[in-house]
C-alpha cells in the first residue's frame, strides 16, 4: 500500500498564502489534492498526471498552482489569494493507474491521506 504524508496546513486570514505538500511512498503515478467541508461532497482542486500535465478546479484556477519542480512522489500545492471558501479539509489522494489526462474526479484514486485543516477568515 501507499502511504500518504500530508503537511502545510493552517489558519491564515483572506487574502494570504499557504503551502501544502503531500509525500508518498511506494509508487505513483497521479497525484491529486481535494477538499472537503461537511454536508458537502469532496472536490477535487488540482491534480498532476504522471507525466506532469495539471488541472484545476475553476474554483482555485489563478490562484493555485501545483509547483512541478518536486520530486514526482510529492505533490505540493502553492495556495495564493485565499478566500473564505477555500476553507475546508484538504485531502492528499494517488493512484497506481495511468491517466492519460490529469483527472480531479475522486474514483480515478485509489489512496487517500488523513486530511489537514485550511482555514480562511
Known amino acids: 500500500d501507499v502511504q500518504l504524508v500530508e503537511s502545510g496546513g493552517g489558519s491564515v486570514q483572506a487574502g494570504g498564502s499557504l503551502r501544502l505538500s503531500c509525500s508518498a511512498s511506494g509508487f505513483t503515478s497521479s497525484m491529486a489534492w481535494f477538499r472537503q467541508v461537511p454536508g458537502k461532497e469532496r472536490e477535487g482542486v488540482a491534480s498532476?498526471?504522471?507525466?506532469?500535465?495539471?488541472v484545476y478546479s475553476d474554483s482555485v484556477k489563478g490562484r493555485f498552482i501545483i509547483d512541478n519542480r518536486t520530486a514526482k512522489d510529492t505533490l505540493a500545492l502553492q495556495m495564493n489569494n485565499l478566500k473564505p471558501e477555500d476553507t475546508a479539509i484538504y485531502y492528499c489522494?494517488?493512484?497506481?493507474?495511468?491517466?492519460?489526462?490529469?483527472?480531479?474526479?475522486?474514483?480515478?484514486?485509489?489512496?487517500w491521506g488523513q486530511g489537514t485543516q485550511v482555514t480562511v477568515s
Open positions: 489522494a494517488t493512484s497506481h493507474r495511468f491517466h492519460s489526462s490529469p483527472t480531479l474526479s475522486p474514483s480515478d484514486f485509489d489512496y
Open positions: 498532476r498526471n504522471s507525466v506532469r500535465e495539471r
